[in-house]
């Protein structure tokens, strides 16, 4: 199982903070030794948190990772995948820090490509297979057992913070989380990969795929390239060629879907209309667009697809309604790739992660926003009654967060939380658990 932080797409852009400051700025803004805010109410009493008559989400203790001696890390979670009860965290920016009794020191920056963290919160680094600063955009998926499928950009760096990176190779890894087995350069394209909006990495039948919209000229982006292995031989596919502005891509018991985003030419006037496209197992031809939203007058955005429980696609995507509100809907893939069941999530523009599946539930984590601007976590389950609020806890990082399975029974959630120096880090990486029960 598989769940990368909350930047897909747009929000996924290295180093940015969903209205927060910029955790790769932090240096340039305040230096490491100006004082910042931890909330320090952010382990009350672990309880229970009841949100339906029959499930349970308790909330653990948030544990800062550590690594071993007196060192802590800090990774932007761009990628978070889950083997067991480990959980790959991995991204750029990283920040590694030596704790003494009360000072903590920058030691190394963009230095490793993630860690990997057990059950009680202890990691262990994951060294970079190229030049830590040239890694970007990292997507991971549960490769076998100890193992992780790795993507990256390798690109010069940025001009200036907020830039897509100027991607000169794409990269495919297989990590044990301290040697890479496997590593090899993806075959190259035509046009300028635009990986900042690639899909999640996933596992098909036949090896791993992934979604990556391309530019060519001045077009925002002019198609998506799918990227899938087989046999151990990756090929290239040209898929939903137009103005693309989003693509995610899942596997259900028929074989892969993609979302993708773009006008309706057929319309008078379409921004953003949803469409489906589905290449079924052991074909090598994707089939035609099934348009499952049309977007006049309520443009579609951030669409996810995600495997989750029962062979089924779950389906979550924003609408901006004519009031300028906006809606997060979820819903599942049906039959002839149309949209069923789709409830309104939240009424928040803060975006859900991609669902996962814990045994035999499918779960949604997404970040819930108050009117009283204070923020709250939240845990769905889906079900044929809509989505079921878990839990509702206090929202504890400052930015970019991600989750993944733990087990079969728990959800771990990691993120960034700020310290105050120099006691503290200036931000290192927190996990929280979330232990789930039905009955």
Same mark, same amino acid.
């Not at 985003?261 to 496209?277: E, G, I, K, Q």
């Not at 939240?346 to 926003?369: F, G, H, K, Y």
């Given at each position: 199982?598989?769940?990368?932080?909350?930047?897909?797409?747009?929000?996924r852009?290295?180093g940015?903070l969903?209205?927060r400051?910029?955790?790769?700025?932090?240096?340039l803004?305040?230096?490491?030794?100006?004082?910042?805010?931890v909330?320090r109410?952010?382990?009350?009493?672990?309880?229970?948190?009841l949100r339906?008559d029959?499930c349970?989400?308790?909330?653990?203790v948030?544990?800062?990772v550590?690594?071993?001696?007196?060192?802590r890390i800090?990774?932007?979670p761009?990628?978070v995948?889950?083997?067991?009860?480990?959980?790959l965290?991995?991204?750029?920016?990283?920040?590694?820090?030596?704790?003494k009794?009360s000072?903590?020191?920058?030691?190394?920056?963009?230095?490793?490509?993630?860690?990997i963290i057990?059950s009680?919160?202890?990691?262990?680094?994951?060294?970079?297979?190229?030049?830590?600063?040239?890694?970007q955009?990292?997507?991971?998926?549960a490769?076998?057992a100890?193992?992780?499928?790795?993507t990256?950009?390798?690109?010069?760096?940025r001009?200036?913070?907020?830039?897509d990176?100027?991607?000169?190779?794409?990269?495919?890894?297989?990590?044990?989380?301290?040697r890479?087995l496997r590593?090899?350069?993806?075959?190259?394209?035509?046009?300028?990969?635009?990986?900042?909006?690639?899909?999640s990495?996933?596992?098909?039948?036949?090896?791993f795929a992934?979604?990556v919209?391309?530019r060519?000229?001045?077009?925002a982006a002019?198609?998506?390239?799918?990227?899938?292995?087989h046999?151990?031989?990756?090929?290239?596919?040209?898929?939903?060629?137009?103005?693309?502005?989003?693509?995610s891509?899942?596997?259900?018991?028929?074989?892969?879907?993609?979302?993708?985003?773009?006008?309706d030419?057929?319309?008078?006037?379409d921004?953003?209309?949803?469409w489906?496209?589905?290449?079924?197992?052991?074909?090598?031809?994707?089939g035609?667009p099934?348009?499952a939203?049309v977007?006049?007058?309520?443009?579609?955005h951030h669409?996810?697809?995600?495997?989750?429980?029962?062979?089924?696609?779950?389906?979550?995507?924003?609408?901006?309604i004519?009031?300028?509100?906006?809606?997060?809907?979820v819903?599942?893939?049906?039959?002839?790739?149309?949209? *069923? &069941?789709? !409830? /309104? =999530?939240?009424?928040? %523009?803060? @975006?859900?992660?991609?669902?996962m599946?814990? *045994? &035999?539930? !499918? /779960? =949604?984590?997404?970040? %819930?926003? @108050?009117?009283?601007?204070t923020?709250?976590?939240?845990i769905?389950?889906?079900?044929?009654?809509?989505?079921? @609020?878990m839990?509702d806890?206090?929202?504890?990082?400052?930015?970019?967060?991600?989750?993944?399975?733990?087990g079969?029974?728990?959800v771990?959630?990691?993120?960034?939380?700020?310290?105050?120096?120099?006691?503290?880090?200036?931000?290192?990486?927190?996990?929280?658990?979330?232990?789930?029960?039905?009955?």
């Amino acid at each position: 199982m598989s769940a990368h932080s909350q930047m897909q797409r747009s929000r996924r852009a290295v180093g940015r903070l969903q209205d927060r400051v910029s955790i790769a700025a932090l240096p340039l803004l305040f230096g490491w030794g100006v004082a910042s805010t931890v909330p320090r109410s952010l382990n009350p009493q672990a309880r229970p948190v009841l949100r339906n008559d029959s499930c349970v989400a308790s909330r653990g203790v948030l544990r800062p990772v550590k690594l071993t001696g007196d060192r802590r890390i800090f990774v932007e979670p761009e990628a978070v995948a889950s083997n067991g009860s480990l959980i790959l965290v991995a991204g750029q920016p990283t920040y590694l820090w030596s704790v003494k009794a009360s000072y903590a020191s920058l030691v190394g920056r963009d230095t490793v490509l993630g860690v990997i963290i057990d059950s009680v919160a202890n990691a262990t680094i994951i060294p970079a297979p190229i030049g830590a600063k040239r890694v970007q955009t990292v997507r991971a998926v549960a490769g076998g057992a100890g193992r992780w499928a790795v993507t990256f950009a390798e690109a010069e760096p940025r001009a200036k913070l907020g830039d897509d990176p100027r991607v000169v190779a794409y990269w495919f890894g297989i990590t044990d989380g301290t040697r890479w087995l496997r590593l090899e350069k993806l075959p190259p394209v035509d046009g300028e990969l635009q990986t900042s909006s690639a899909s999640s990495l996933i596992q098909t039948s036949e090896g791993f795929a992934i979604a990556v919209p391309v530019r060519r000229g001045t077009a925002a982006a002019s198609a998506i390239e799918i990227f899938a292995e087989h046999a151990g031989r990756w090929t290239t596919t040209e898929v939903a060629p137009g103005i693309v502005t989003y693509a995610s891509l899942a596997t259900d018991s028929i074989g892969l879907v993609l979302a993708a985003v773009y006008p309706d030419t057929s319309l008078r006037a379409d921004h953003n209309s949803l469409w489906f496209y589905r290449l079924p197992i052991g074909a090598r031809t994707w089939g035609p667009p099934v348009r499952a939203i049309v977007g006049e007058g309520r443009p579609v955005h951030h669409p996810l697809l995600s495997s989750v429980a029962n062979h089924t696609i779950a389906v979550t995507w924003q609408v901006r309604i004519p009031t300028k509100a906006i809606e997060t809907r979820v819903g599942v893939l049906g039959e002839g790739m149309t949209l *069923r &069941d789709s !409830s /309104i =999530l939240t009424r928040t %523009r803060e @975006l859900p992660l991609p669902a996962m599946r814990v *045994r &035999d539930l !499918s /779960i =949604l984590v997404a970040e %819930r926003r @108050l009117q009283d601007s204070t923020s709250t976590l939240g845990i769905w389950r889906m079900s044929n009654r809509g989505p079921e @609020l878990m839990a509702d806890a206090p929202f504890p990082f400052q930015g970019v967060f991600g989750a993944a399975p733990i087990g079969n029974t728990s959800v771990g959630v990691v993120g960034p939380v700020m310290g105050t120096p120099p006691r503290d880090p200036v931000v290192s990486l927190y996990i929280q658990r979330f232990d789930l029960k039905c009955w």
